[in-house]
């Protein structure tokens, strides 16, 4: 098991940027397939995006595709969530989520291991 924490998140206007950070703990991180996952209030959690462990492979969800990127630094156990262009439908509440191989999901029931989730609000 790896053990995940969020931080980043707070509050910003439209238009604004956002970097969340998912720091690990526990499994060699290097070996995990990190994925960003999001929930609003009365809607199931979706999908954000993914990368492999190695970052050769990246998803993103049609709704962030060009505003978000997703990264790693497998040296510093920690996955990122560069968030630009923030519109009032990205809020929500933002997790990082680890599987233990190379298989890039869009289904968080693929992923065993979530953090506590972290909250991004966008102000019109």
């Known amino acids: 098991q790896v053990q995940l924490v969020e931080s980043g998140g707070g509050l910003v206007q439209a238009g604004g940027s956002l970097r969340l950070s998912c720091a690990a703990s526990?499994?060699?991180?290097?070996?995990?397939?990190m994925g960003w996952f999001r929930q609003a209030p009365g809607k199931e959690r979706e999908f954000v995006g993914a990368?492999?462990?190695?970052?050769?492979?990246?998803w993103y969800a049609d709704s962030v595709k060009g505003r978000f990127t997703v990264s790693r630094d497998n040296a510093k156990r920690t996955a990122y969530l560069q968030m630009n262009s923030l519109k009032p439908e990205d809020t929500a509440v933002y997790y990082c989520?680890?599987?233990?191989?190379?298989?890039?999901?869009?289904?968080?029931?693929?992923?065993?291991?979530w953090g506590q989730g972290t909250q991004v609000t966008v102000s019109p």
């Open positions: 989520a680890a599987r233990s191989d190379d298989y890039v999901s869009r289904r968080p029931e693929d992923f065993g291991s």
């Open positions: 990368i492999s462990r190695g970052s050769e492979y990246i």
């Open positions: 526990g499994r060699t991180f290097s070996s995990v397939t």
